[in-house]
């Protein structure tokens, strides 16, 4: 199993964990691609609609592709009522998208899994002259909040994280969009706040990728001490969350 496919071995705590974003960053976006039913958008890997919903509501004829099996049925299980609504389970870079294009392609923590010169080389193929490529994703700050707790959960890390396969993302260069015919890249930054119980921040680290492969004897252990030093440190965790949004365009000529 590739790394990126870890998440569909989760679908239902993928589904009710996992971050949303900020309507504030769905308001901006959907007023700068002009998004409404003459629009035809594309979401690379939705998970279980994370950011699905205020997209989808804009009656834009909205399309996927999501790789995983199990988050494909959750996808269609949720929103397959919908008219407007399209998916294929298949793997954005072999996925043969014919003649088809796009007025706004948008990805929520999901590019940066894909190689940068396919990325970018493919997303800017798929839109259509003026088209929008955005990229979203969540930085989640816990340790301003509490930095007591933070330092006694990172004491857990350095006892028992040791997944069976390291994390090597977080490399995808954002800001290289221009070298591939982009252009007018900005950056754009929205905030929120979530607060956790022993259990949900529990459940939360669980929906990690690098996490869901830590092996025996260090999985229990670690998830356990997770739960038991929120439990004892005030009994919750609070993220001050930054959503972070990059848009660029397809020229018009």
């Not at 504030?24 to 979401?43: H, N, Q, R, S």
């Not at 933070?150 to 350095?158: A, E, R, S, V």
Request: glycine share 8%; charged share 25%; proline share 7%.
């Amino acid at each position: 199993m590739e790394f990126r496919e870890i998440f569909d071995t989760i679908p239902e705590q993928f589904d009710k964990f996992r971050p949303r974003y900020s309507r504030e960053l769905f308001d901006y976006l959907i007023g700068y691609a002009k998004l409404g039913p003459d629009k035809t958008v594309l979401e690379l890997g939705p998970g279980t609609g994370q950011a699905t919903d205020p997209i989808l509501e804009t009656g834009c004829d909205y399309h996927a592709v999501e790789l995983g099996g199990h988050l494909f049925a959750k996808m269609v299980e949720k929103y397959g009522r919908f008219p407007n609504f399209h998916i294929v389970n298949d793997d954005f870079i072999t996925h043969d998208f014919g003649e088809q294009r796009f007025d706004l392609v948008y990805s929520a923590a999901t590019i940066q899994w894909i190689p940068e010169d396919v990325a970018f080389s493919k997303t800017f193929s798929l839109l259509k002259p003026g088209g929008v490529l955005a990229m979203m994703l969540t930085k989640a700050d816990y340790k301003t909040p509490n930095e007591e707790l933070y330092q006694k959960i990172q004491n857990l890390y350095d006892l028992y994280f040791k997944p069976d396969i390291p994390y090597a993302q977080g490399r995808f260069q954002y800001d290289k969009a221009p070298s591939y015919g982009f252009v007018d890249f900005t950056k754009h930054e929205f905030y929120g706040r979530r607060e956790m119980d022993p259990d949900e921040y529990v459940a939360f680290c669980g929906t990690h990728c690098d996490h869901i492969v830590i092996p025996e004897p260090y999985k229990t252990p670690f998830f356990e001490g997770l739960r038991n030093t929120v439990a004892e440190n005030g009994g919750k965790v609070v993220f001050e969350d930054t959503y972070v949004l990059y848009l660029t365009k397809k020229p018009l000529g």
